[in-house]
């Protein structure tokens, strides 16, 4: 079975500042897929980034981008220039195949989560 | 990404009553996911379902406790049933992005259903 581990309860970090969330995951597998997804006070889950694990390039998306070492199974999100808007839980994901009624489908697996508090 | 629906958005129960939690997609999707969020903590899958055939759950999840629906390729439901204070929690429900085989493999959250048993 996959775990998924965020070893860093809560983090904060002043607006404007960079801030570097961690994660580490464990697995057998060699085709699978990681996600960090923030939650924010509303509750809806948001899809922050995305990584392939065949790909060595790092996923970015504008003031997001991931730090992604597949020998060492970390999984780490930075986050540049921090707005307030960015206060949330954060969770990292791992996503591998599964097959169900004859249908192959992604199952994710959550770390516990990451409170990120942006200071003014 | 998917628009995704659920209702109700919020709910006070009695312990020992069930709860029925609907979760409506605005595109057409093979299999729909149920997750289970208690009070501080992370996502649980509780089952995945597929439509035409009956759900899958996971480990400690069982379908006399939580039956599921899935009628249609937009909707799906998800029981709680006999509830206790336990089972306060955030229910979500997600679907596969559409696309191609590759793209689906990422996941789109309800807004959740925020469960409170007295």
């Known amino acids: 079975a996959q775990t998924v581990t965020q070893s860093q309860p809560e983090m904060s970090v002043q607006e404007a500042e960079t801030v570097t969330l961690s994660c580490t995951y464990d697995?057998?597998?060699?085709?699978?897929?990681l996600f960090w997804y923030k939650q924010p006070p509303s509750r809806q889950m948001i899809l922050v980034i995305r990584q392939e694990a065949y790909k060595q390039q790092n996923a970015t998306e504008n003031r997001f981008s991931v730090n992604f070492q597949k020998a060492a199974k970390s999984f780490s999100l930075k986050i540049s220039d921090s707005q307030l808007g960015d206060t949330a839980m954060y969770f990292c994901?791992?996503?591998?195949?599964?097959?169900?009624?004859?249908?192959?489908?992604?199952?994710?697996?959550f770390g516990q989560g990451t409170i990120l508090t942006v200071h003014p | 990404s998917a628009v995704i629906s659920q209702k109700p958005s919020r709910d006070i129960c009695q312990r020992g009553t069930s709860l029925t939690i609907q979760c409506q997609v605005d595109?057409?999707?093979?299999?729909m996911f149920w997750y289970r969020q208690q009070p501080g903590q992370s996502l649980t899958l509780i089952a995945t379902?597929?439509?035409?055939?009956?759900?899958?759950?996971e480990s400690g999840f069982v379908i006399d406790k939580f039956p599921i629906s899935r009628p249609n390729l937009t909707f799906s439901t998800l029981t709680v049933s006999n509830m206790s204070p336990e089972d306060s929690s955030i229910y979500l429900c997600?679907?596969?992005?559409?696309?191609?085989?590759?793209?689906?493999?990422?996941?789109?959250f309800g807004p959740g259903t925020r469960l409170l048993v007295l």
């Open positions: 994901a791992f996503m591998k195949q599964e097959y169900a009624g004859g249908t192959s489908y992604g199952k994710l697996t």
């Open positions: 595109s057409q999707v093979t299999m």
């Open positions: 997600s679907v596969p992005s559409s696309g191609t085989l590759l793209t689906r493999e990422t996941q789109y």
């Open positions: 697995t057998s597998e060699n085709n699978y897929y």
């Open positions: 379902a597929n439509q035409g055939s009956e759900a899958t759950y």
